[in-house]
Protein backbone atom coordinates (compact mmCIF):
# COMPACT_ATOMS: atom_id res chain seq x y z
CA UNK A 1 0.00 0.00 0.00
CA UNK A 2 1.51 3.36 -1.34
CA UNK A 3 0.42 6.15 1.30
CA UNK A 4 0.81 9.71 0.02
CA UNK A 5 3.79 11.49 1.34
CA UNK A 6 3.11 14.77 -0.14
CA UNK A 7 5.57 17.85 0.93
CA UNK A 8 2.69 19.23 3.22
CA UNK A 9 2.33 15.69 5.51
CA UNK A 10 5.99 14.22 4.97
CA UNK A 11 7.38 13.62 8.02
CA UNK A 12 10.70 14.28 6.37
CA UNK A 13 10.34 17.46 5.60
CA UNK A 14 10.19 19.58 8.49
CA UNK A 15 12.54 17.21 11.39
CA UNK A 16 13.18 18.90 14.60
CA UNK A 17 16.05 21.02 15.01
CA UNK A 18 17.10 18.74 18.24
CA UNK A 19 17.43 15.32 15.56
CA UNK A 20 19.57 17.22 13.02
CA UNK A 21 23.44 15.55 13.13
CA UNK A 22 24.56 17.37 10.40
CA UNK A 23 23.32 19.58 7.63
CA UNK A 24 24.68 21.55 4.49
CA UNK A 25 22.82 23.56 1.92
CA UNK A 26 21.37 20.40 -0.12
CA UNK A 27 21.21 17.53 2.90
CA UNK A 28 20.56 16.56 6.61
CA UNK A 29 21.46 13.70 8.80
CA UNK A 30 19.10 12.24 11.11
CA UNK A 31 18.98 8.96 13.11
CA UNK A 32 16.79 6.38 11.87
CA UNK A 33 13.48 6.13 14.67
CA UNK A 34 13.21 2.73 13.94
CA UNK A 35 17.31 1.71 14.15
CA UNK A 36 18.37 -1.59 12.32
CA UNK A 37 21.58 -1.25 14.19
CA UNK A 38 22.63 1.27 16.87
CA UNK A 39 23.90 4.99 14.97
CA UNK A 40 21.57 3.73 11.99
CA UNK A 41 21.54 6.74 9.84
CA UNK A 42 19.15 8.73 7.34
CA UNK A 43 20.66 11.11 4.89
CA UNK A 44 18.27 12.71 2.98
CA UNK A 45 17.69 15.93 0.29
CA UNK A 46 15.93 18.85 1.80
CA UNK A 47 14.36 18.85 -1.20
CA UNK A 48 10.88 16.57 -1.13
CA UNK A 49 11.84 14.16 -4.19
CA UNK A 50 10.61 10.56 -4.02
CA UNK A 51 13.15 9.09 -5.85
CA UNK A 52 16.95 9.24 -5.54
CA UNK A 53 16.97 8.84 -9.08
CA UNK A 54 15.70 12.20 -9.46
CA UNK A 55 18.20 14.02 -7.54
CA UNK A 56 19.98 16.41 -9.10
CA UNK A 57 23.79 16.39 -8.94
CA UNK A 58 24.49 18.95 -6.11
CA UNK A 59 21.99 17.00 -4.42
CA UNK A 60 23.96 13.59 -4.73
CA UNK A 61 27.41 15.27 -4.23
CA UNK A 62 25.84 17.21 -0.44
CA UNK A 63 24.63 13.48 -0.09
CA UNK A 64 27.41 11.95 -0.35
CA UNK A 65 29.68 14.69 1.65
CA UNK A 66 26.96 13.97 4.57
CA UNK A 67 27.48 10.06 4.30
CA UNK A 68 31.57 10.74 4.63
CA UNK A 69 30.94 12.75 7.30
CA UNK A 70 28.69 10.93 9.29
CA UNK A 71 30.54 7.68 8.56
CA UNK A 72 34.06 9.38 9.98
CA UNK A 73 31.53 10.59 13.47
CA UNK A 74 30.44 6.92 13.66
CA UNK A 75 34.06 5.29 13.41
CA UNK A 76 35.35 8.16 16.07
CA UNK A 77 32.15 7.46 18.58
CA UNK A 78 32.11 3.13 18.75
CA UNK A 79 35.77 1.37 17.96
CA UNK A 80 33.23 -1.74 17.26
CA UNK A 81 32.14 -0.85 14.24
CA UNK A 82 33.69 -2.10 11.67
CA UNK A 83 32.19 -1.93 8.31
CA UNK A 84 28.41 -0.17 6.69
CA UNK A 85 25.47 -0.83 4.58
CA UNK A 86 24.26 2.01 2.84
CA UNK A 87 20.98 1.35 1.32
CA UNK A 88 18.44 3.23 -0.60
CA UNK A 89 14.85 1.52 -1.18
CA UNK A 90 13.46 3.36 -4.97
CA UNK A 91 9.78 2.48 -4.91
CA UNK A 92 6.60 0.50 -3.21
CA UNK A 93 8.15 -2.74 -5.03
CA UNK A 94 12.09 -2.13 -3.41
CA UNK A 95 10.02 -1.89 0.24
CA UNK A 96 10.14 1.81 0.47
CA UNK A 97 7.19 3.25 2.65
CA UNK A 98 8.54 7.00 2.67
CA UNK A 99 8.54 8.36 -0.63
CA UNK A 100 10.80 11.69 0.42
CA UNK A 101 14.22 9.74 -0.73
CA UNK A 102 16.56 8.54 2.23
CA UNK A 103 19.89 6.91 2.39
CA UNK A 104 20.29 4.26 4.94
CA UNK A 105 24.38 4.48 6.47
CA UNK A 106 23.64 1.59 8.47
CA UNK A 107 26.85 0.54 11.09
CA UNK A 108 28.10 -3.14 11.41
CA UNK A 109 29.98 -4.89 13.80
CA UNK A 110 31.48 -7.98 14.23
CA UNK A 111 28.89 -10.36 15.09
CA UNK A 112 25.59 -8.64 14.58
CA UNK A 113 24.39 -11.17 12.43
CA UNK A 114 25.59 -14.72 12.59
CA UNK A 115 26.52 -14.84 8.64
CA UNK A 116 26.98 -11.52 7.06
CA UNK A 117 28.01 -13.06 3.53
CA UNK A 118 26.31 -11.74 1.09
CA UNK A 119 25.28 -7.90 3.01
CA UNK A 120 22.43 -5.99 0.55
CA UNK A 121 21.94 -8.97 -1.21
CA UNK A 122 19.97 -10.54 1.99
CA UNK A 123 16.68 -8.55 0.83
CA UNK A 124 16.01 -11.26 -1.19
CA UNK A 125 15.77 -14.54 0.74
CA UNK A 126 18.07 -17.01 -0.46
CA UNK A 127 20.40 -14.77 -2.49
CA UNK A 128 23.16 -14.09 -0.02
CA UNK A 129 25.34 -17.03 -0.53
CA UNK A 130 26.70 -17.28 -3.61
Do not use: W
Not at 19 to 34: C, G, K, Y
Not at 58 to 76: F, N
Amino acid sequence: MMTDHSPGTCVFCAPAPDRVLAANEFAFAVRDTNPVTTLHTLILPRRHVADYFDLVPAEDSAIRGLLAKIRSDIMASDAHVEGFNIGVNVGEAAGQTIFHCHVHLIPRRRDDVANPRGGVRAVIPGKANY
